[in-house]
């Protein structure tokens, strides 16, 4: 059973610190790593997709993948209080087409 | 783009009766997702098209549970009969497969939220 472990939270940062969200997975030959916001009642929409190891920065986000130790981390730098929403951690791997599968999301709350 | 469209947003139905969900992907992708959502269990993968073939229905909880990709641009997530714990929202999403030697990231439709009572 593939699995994508993550901590549920709450996870409660002060306006303007680092708030820092981490995610396993079981899969080692996981290929695509994608960190998604949702917001109470909506959708899941994407804020980052990594494919290799190491960091990727876009704007106050940056993604950090470690194969090795099948780590992904997502530093939000600055954070606000429109961050506050449930960050969920997905990894993709094919099977014929590419599965997607989620972990149960960490809710993060940005203190004004 | 239009996005992923689901509907009905909302459904409130009985146990026992048939629930029809559906969903139009956003056009030229070729890969199809229904998950279902709730709080004790998050978010789970029930089944995956590619080229409107299913590839992976092993997420499906039980054979009450059905789905159809009878062309490109439709699919279909059938409960019959339906049962109060199948209440939960239901997303379907889409994705153009891959670019390059990597799969891109999911579209998310709004969601169905289904209540059976």
């Known amino acids: 059973q593939k699995e994508v472990e993550q901590n549920s939270g709450p996870l409660s940062v002060p306006e303007g610190a680092i708030a820092s969200l981490n995610c396993t997975y079981s899969?080692?030959?996981?290929?695509?790593f994608f960190w998604y916001r949702q917001y109470s009642g909506k959708s899941p929409e994407l804020i980052m997709s990594?494919?290799?190891?190491g960091d990727k920065e876009d704007g106050r986000f940056t993604a950090q993948l470690n194969k090795a130790s099948q780590y992904v981390s997502l530093l939000i730098r600055d954070s606000q209080p429109s961050d506050s929403a449930t960050y969920l951690c997905?990894?993709?791997?094919?099977?014929?087409?590419?599965?997607?599968?989620f972990g149960a999301g960490t809710r993060l709350f940005v203190k004004a | 783009d239009a996005g992923v469209i689901q509907s009905p947003r909302h459904e409130v139905t009985e146990m026992g009766q048939e629930v029809t969900l559906r969903c139009k992907p956003i056009s030229g992708h070729n890969s199809l997702f229904w998950y279902r959502q709730t709080m004790m269990r998050g978010l789970e993968l029930l089944i995956y098209?590619?080229?409107?073939?299913?590839?992976?229905d092993s997420g499906m909880p039980e054979d009450r549970f059905s789905a159809k990709m009878p062309n490109a641009s439709f699919s279909t997530l059938k409960i019959q009969p339906s049962e109060p714990r199948d209440s939960a929202v239901y997303f379907c999403?889409?994705?153009?497969?891959?670019?390059?030697?990597?799969?891109?990231?999911?579209?998310f439709g709004n969601g169905t939220r289904l209540t059976v009572t």
């Open positions: 899969d080692r030959g996981s290929q695509s």
């Open positions: 997905a990894v993709a791997f094919y099977t014929g087409g590419f599965k997607t599968i």
């Open positions: 990594i494919y290799s190891n």
């Open positions: 999403a889409s994705s153009p497969d891959t670019i390059g030697d990597y799969n891109s990231p999911l579209h």
């Open positions: 098209f590619n080229n409107n073939v299913p590839i992976d």
